[in-house]
């Protein structure tokens, strides 16, 4: 079984440039998150979706971070425009109600420079 | 605020040894844990749960427990192989995961 799908796997950017992440869940698991790692800290949610709702965007700063789940399956991160301070890993993870567990993508390295 | 909290960053052991891995909690919501495991350019794997039920739970040489009164759970590993070197991650979870910051553990040859 395919685990979660993130692309690109590093992208590297001028401040102020737009920048978009990709993300394909595991097949069937109904919720998607989105979250941030900086160096040296643990993830932190920025979204989570249920199917193709956002149900948790508390942490999603609004005027730079967009994010859509059309259909309930792949999802896109987008930052425009991107900031010194956005460099970070962006990952994506999958579950299912069954499941305790969420599934982790290997994750989009962004650098703004 | 910190809700979940790992105060070890780096922990070295012998190989053969027992890791011991520390978390730390906050909200008395959190009805389930887990341990990820991180290697360098990969994304955090699942390693063990336990529930709120529990206090401990087993897996070959892995072995979570949970002290609710003390809020306070820990990872064992025993015996600590050098591919157990990684970033350990305790996450808690009130309906979605609240991450620590994260230790990095170095099994010595």
């Known amino acids: 079984e395919a685990g979660v799908v993130q692309s690109p796997r590093y992208k590297i950017i001028e401040k102020k440039q737009p920048v978009a992440f990709w993300c394909n869940p595991i097949?069937?698991?109904?919720?998607l998150y989105w979250y941030l790692q900086n160096l040296g800290q643990g993830p932190e949610l920025l979204i989570r979706y249920e199917n193709e709702e956002a149900v948790d965007d508390s942490q999603l700063p609004k005027d730079r971070f967009s994010a859509e789940r059309l259909k309930g399956v792949d999802s896109t991160l987008k930052i425009q425009p991107a900031e010194l301070g956005d460099s970070a890993v962006y990952l994506c993870a999958s579950s299912s109600p069954s499941l305790g567990q969420a599934f982790f993508g290997q994750g989009t390295r962004l650098t703004v420079v | 605020d910190q809700q979940v909290k790992q105060n070890s960053p780096s922990l070295s052991v012998q190989e053969g040894r027992i890791s011991i891995l520390n978390c730390d909690y906050t909200n008395s919501m959190f009805d389930y844990f887990l341990w990820y495991k991180k290697y360098p350019a990969e994304g955090p794997t699942f390693l063990i749960s336990?529930?709120?039920?529990?206090d401990k739970n087993e897996d070959g040489r892995f072995t979570v427990f949970l002290n609710k009164s003390a809020k306070h759970l820990s990872l064992h590993i025993v015996p600590s192989q050098p591919g157990d070197s990684a970033v350990y991650f305790c996450?808690?979870?009130?309906?979605?995961?609240?991450f620590g910051s994260g230790t990095q553990l170095t099994v010595l040859p």
């Open positions: 996450a808690a979870s009130a309906g979605q995961l609240t």
């Open positions: 097949s069937g698991h109904n919720t």
């Open positions: 336990i529930s709120s039920i529990k």
